[in-house]
Structures are given as C-alpha cells and as structure tokens.
C-alpha cells in the first residue's frame, strides 16, 4: 500500500499532472477527461496531515454520516464544509485530500511566484455521477490564484469546483445542532419515517408534527423528536435554517405525501 507523501515532486512536464492514493497505489497520470472514470471519493489522503505544538489550525476526524466512516479535517472550517456535504442530499461521497495537483513546469502566480502544486481539501461524488473538487478558505483568502488554476482544470477535465468559505451565522448555528442527530441511531424505521412525513404534509410546527406522528406510530414523543432531528439533517424535512431553531419551527416533507 502506497503511503502519505510528506512533500510532493516537483513537474518538469508542461501538463497538469495528477497524483493520487487509489486502490492502495500511487495514481500518477495526466489530467484530462479520463479522471472522471476514476473513484476518488475512495482516495486516501495524497500528503502526511502535520501537527505541532502551538499550531494554530484544529485538525482531527469528522464521522461522516455521507461515508459511514471517519474523513480528516485540518481547521475548523473544514469541519464545518463536512456537516454541510453531509447534510446535501446530491453529495453521496466524500475524501478528504484525494489528489494533488502537479501544476505545468513555469507556472507562476499573479505575482510571477514560482507555483508548483496544489492539494484540494475534498473530494465529492455527487448523486448523479458527477465529481466536485473543493478548496476550504476564509473568505478574504478565496481569490487565491491557484483557484483559478484549479476551476479550469475541473473545466477542462468535466468535475464541479467550489471554494466553501463558510456558513452564516445562523445557518452554522441550526446545521451545527441537526448535526449531533446525523448518527444512525436516531434514524427512524421505515415507519416511523412514513408517520413523520406524513405528519409534517403540509407543513406544521415542529411541536405539532412530532405530537401527530407520536400518536398514528404509538413510539414514544421524545424518539420521534430525535428522528424528526434526524432527517432535518438528512435532508427528508426542510426548515429555514437562517432562523432560530425551536419546536415552534414550521417543518415541511421535502417531498409531498400523497393521499
């Protein structure tokens, strides 16, 4: 099995080249339309995550109820893009550092700086096959020229490209809190959903729905709270989440119930 590299080669090509820990080698080939067939949701992280005392940054492992398993994360904004691919119902994959990207020999920045390579945060498979890279900065950090680099190349190659610089206030408040029920314990059965959605078409209170849906399953209140919780994550109830979450939140199915 390939290991993490601690420094990445230099490219004496005049091509974008790809690197990448596939199938437990090291992928190294041109980027072009051929990377669309490749699985790098499945990638493990290109480069070595480095930690020492007094960094700034917090990394660690973020369990992803998208993989059923722990994706690495080196800041907290990281993090946060997490809870929220989690939360997109089109995002059906993610790795974190899944490739790097060898930039043509000469490459420059907008300051004529040496630039030689490039490691995107993540990688998404979408939902209807499609990849999307995606850079993690703070917004006064988002014109970076390597960006520009890396959007046409997604262009070029056929993937999506997003540089997440982070949530509003109060939608990180409400996502960050759905959050804690992403796990699959509080997933509700295939009943329980039916009553929940069900009880939440049309949409109602938050209060209201769980009461109606406590009553027509017979489950207790407080489980069906924690499942209503659940799929507000997963994206199966909707709710405005740039408003304060409460039990008197309207609620709606994110697809209607027919009668």
């Known amino acids: 099995m390939s290991r993490a590299l601690r420094s990445l080669p230099a490219n004496v090509t005049d091509l974008t080249r790809v690197l990448s820990r596939l199938d437990g080698d090291l992928l190294n080939v041109e980027a072009d339309q051929a990377l669309t067939a490749l699985r790098f949701e499945d990638s493990l992280p290109i480069r070595e995550f480095f930690a020492w005392k007094g960094k700034r940054n917090y990394e660690g492992l973020w369990w992803s109820s998208t ?22 119902r089109a995002v059906v994959g993610i790795a974190s550092q899944p490739l790097a990207l060898l ?19 993540f990688f998404a498979r979408l939902s209807n096959g499609d990849g999307r890279l995606i850079d993690v900065r703070r917004p006064d950090r988002a014109e970076a020229h390597r960006f520009t680099l890396t959007r ?33 314990r509080y997933a509700p059965t295939v009943a329980l959903t039916e009553s929940l959605l069900e009880a939440f078409s049309p949409a109602t209170s938050l209060r209201a729905g769980v009461s109606r849906a406590a009553r027509s399953s017979g489950v207790a209140p407080e489980v069906v709270q924690a499942a209503a919780l659940h799929l507000l994550f997963a994206s199966a109830l909707t709710i405005d989440l740039t408003q304060p979450l409460s039990m008197d939140t309207e609620v709606a199915a994110a697809v209607a119930v027919s009668r």
């Not at 690495?72 to 939360?87: I, K, M, N, P, V």
């Not at 070029?156 to 997003?162: D, F, H, K, L």
């Open 103 to 121: 930039w043509p020999h000469g490459t420059t920045d907008e300051n004529g700086r040496a630039l030689r390579s490039h490691v995107p945060d």
């Open 67 to 88: 993989t059923k398993g722990h994706v690495g994360f080196e800041s907290l904004l990281e993090r946060q893009y997490l809870l929220t691919a989690d939360h997109d």
């Open 152 to 184: 046409a190349l997604c262009e070029q190659v056929g993937w999506e490209y997003q540089v997440f610089t982070g949530l509003d206030d109060a939608t990180a408040a409400s996502l960050t809190w759905l959050g804690g029920y992403r796990m699959d």
